[in-house]
């Protein structure tokens, strides 16, 4: 039965190791302008403050929080640019799948898996520079126990970028472009999520309430794990939160899908 | 006719509702706040069948909702009203036993994909079909001999042209030999060979696996080819289902005649090409529409008129033929349409 999936996946796979250009100088100048931000960013603000430490972590802290932050944010999010389901629905690519005796869903999701390979071996080629040029921060605590507790927080975390970007992308079903919806999730995505500020910033009250939002799962939490600062009750709440949230987000991707599907004209065929 | 149709549709209706915007930057400041919603029928109260190694023709004007049927017959669209049966299954609700033995090849929209060789596409089709290797080998083989793409089949296919990436999608279409096939314009915009080829290659899809098939053409070259029995839609109504024999014969009664001259004609050559037949100049180019039965005379005394440099000879355009099946069937009574009604 996976078998039309799995070659949807390695297709992909394939697909994007293609386009070499493309896949190293994203990886690259990407990052790198990321993560100069960063740098001069909170360099400049814990020379104005004069602080040692802000929202728990030090300056070198504070980098090595936004070079994990952005390298686990590539594993969970995969092709997050790019609105392929949106696409197909209002190009009309999406009747060719509506032919195929397989689900559509169940393909564009190995297709989002199939981008996990080459952003892994971004995550290894980066990382390893990044170890190697930023020593490891004091109050990190990485052991083989974190990596693997952050290892799921992140497998459940990727499935859940799907699901949250699937009924966004439906809208397309009525709405001619779902281009701005996409990059106000990614929006609000990256600032609830906290690869813009780490989570430990915001208020108490606001910290809690996001607790309860999938968007942290993406990469504050994942870090937070990976660097041991989160207690296995800790991690079990969030992945029960992170649990609730995929049914959540499948009962209303199949809910829209459903819908969008009786209005879907084909057009463009 | 004992036998289960492969296709039946009854009823067949489909209303799109389309959101209209008035023109200027005054219509799309209020197309931020109102928008108006108009019905378009593009599908009215169709009803046929097609039997096991039937191939149907499927013909009308641009807007006809030809295509609107073949997506409702595939599946792809949902209808308003009306019902459809295809191999015994209601197609839009997508059953994999259903849709692994249908097929809808569209000329006008690739669905191989583009940054992949065929070959790879192909490959993929065959995990999605889960055709078995065997049977996979022995079609690939045949359907790849038979339109003669060996060479291109590691190509990307945006690298092929425009006739060849429509031998692979006809190829990708029957790699899991369908039963029921819908063929949507599949010549649109290839040259005459090409076209040749496709035809000769579904006649042959034909002969060996008997399927139900359904194609659109404008093409009325296609359709004299392909199909004996032939469906005429106009404003999405289903005004005739019979011979296709019947139509071309009774209905097709001029050929037009273009000619490219060397010197415009002058007043003396335009009286005599108008006794020919309806005749149009526009500079060195003249177009002639005379009665078939007179069309090899007339071509000899364009030729003899005027110093031609090229002459093409085409069929009536399909919606002249299809407008002249429309006013016979008000006037005569009865014509051998079993169905197709008005509302």
Redesign the interface.
Same mark, same amino acid.
């Given at each position: 039965m996976t078998g039309p999936y799995l070659h949807v996946l390695g297709l992909e796979t394939r697909k994007l190791m293609s386009y070499r250009a493309d896949f190293w100088l994203h990886t690259v100048v990407a990052f790198a302008v990321q993560m100069a931000i960063a740098f001069f960013l909170w360099r400049a603000i814990f020379d104005a403050t004069g602080e040692g430490s802000i929202g728990g972590f030090a300056f070198d802290g504070m980098v090595a929080y936004y070079v994990l932050a952005l390298l686990i944010g590539r594993l969970v999010r995969g092709k997050e640019r790019e609105i392929t389901i949106a696409r197909d629905i209002y190009e009309g690519a999406l009747s060719r799948y509506l032919l195929f005796p397989a689900s559509y869903g169940g393909m564009k999701y190995a297709e989002h898996l199939g981008a996990l390979a080459p952003a892994a071996l971004q995550v290894v080629v980066l990382g390893g520079l990044a170890a190697v040029a930023v020593p490891a921060p004091a109050g990190f605590e990485i052991s083989p126990a974190t990596v693997a507790m952050a290892t799921v927080v992140v497998a459940f975390a990727n499935l859940l970028a799907f699901l949250l970007r699937f009924p966004i992308q439906a809208v397309a079903f009525w709405a001619d472009n779902v281009w701005s919806l996409n990059v106000m999730l990614r929006f609000v995505t990256e600032f609830l999520g906290g690869l813009l500020l780490p989570l430990s910033l915001f208020p108490e009250v606001a910290q809690k309430a996001m607790a309860w939002l999938p968007f942290q799962y993406f990469f504050y939490f994942p870090v937070a794990v990976l660097i041991g600062k989160v207690d296995p009750e800790a991690w079990l709440r969030g992945l029960g939160v992170m649990a609730l949230w995929c049914c959540l987000l499948g009962l209303l991707g199949a809910w829209v899908w459903r819908r969008g599907i009786r209005t879907y004209a084909g057009v463009g065929i | 006719m004992t036998s289960t149709p492969l296709i039946e549709a009854r009823g067949l209706s489909k209303t799109?509702w389309v959101h209209r915007k008035d023109a200027g930057l005054w219509g799309s400041v209020r197309s931020l706040v109102v928008r108006r919603k108009d019905a378009k029928e593009a599908v009215r109260d169709v009803s046929f069948r097609v039997d096991e190694g039937e191939l149907v023709g499927l013909v009308g004007a641009n807007g006809a909702g030809k295509?609107t049927v073949l997506?409702m017959l +595939?599946?792809?669209?949902?209808p308003t009203g009306g019902d459809v049966r295809v191999l015994g299954k209601i197609p839009w609700h997508?059953d @994999? +036993?259903l849709?692994?033995r249908?097929?809808?090849v569209?000329g006008?929209?690739q669905?191989l994909?583009w @940054?992949?060789p065929a070959a790879?596409g192909f490959?993929?089709l065959k995990?999605?079909?889960?055709v078995p290797e065997a049977r996979y080998r022995e079609t690939l083989g045949h359907l790849v001999e038979l339109l003669q793409v060996e060479e291109e089949l590691g190509v990307q296919l945006r690298r092929l042209s425009l006739g060849e990436r429509m031998k692979m999608e006809l190829i990708a279409a029957l790699l899991h030999s369908p039963r029921v096939v819908y063929l949507?314009e599949p010549t649109l915009g290839l040259d005459l060979g090409a076209q040749r080829a496709i035809r000769e290659f579904v006649l042959d899809y034909r002969r060996r696996f008997q399927p139900a098939m359904v194609v659109t053409s404008h093409y009325m070259e296609d359709i004299e080819r392909l199909c004996e029995r032939i469906l005429i839609l106009r404003q999405g109504q289903l005004v005739y289902d019979g011979p296709r024999r019947d139509v071309v014969e009774r209905f097709a009664r001029s050929k037009i005649l273009t000619a490219h001259v060397r010197h415009p004609p002058g007043d003396g050559a335009r009286v005599s090409l108008s006794q020919l037949g309806e005749v149009r100049v526009d500079g060195d180019t003249i177009r002639l529409e005379v009665p078939r039965e007179r069309v090899t005379s007339a071509a000899a005394a364009l030729m003899e008129i005027c110093d031609v440099v090229d002459l093409s000879i085409e069929e009536e355009p399909l919606g002249h033929i299809i407008e002249r099946l429309q006013r016979a069937r008000r006037g005569e009574a009865g014509g051998d349409s079993g169905d197709g009604g008005g509302p």
């Open positions: - | 799109f295509t997506k +595939a599946g792809i669209v949902h997508r @994999d +036993a849709r692994s249908m097929s809808l569209m006008q929209k669905q994909w @940054d992949l790879d490959l993929l995990e999605i079909y889960r949507d």
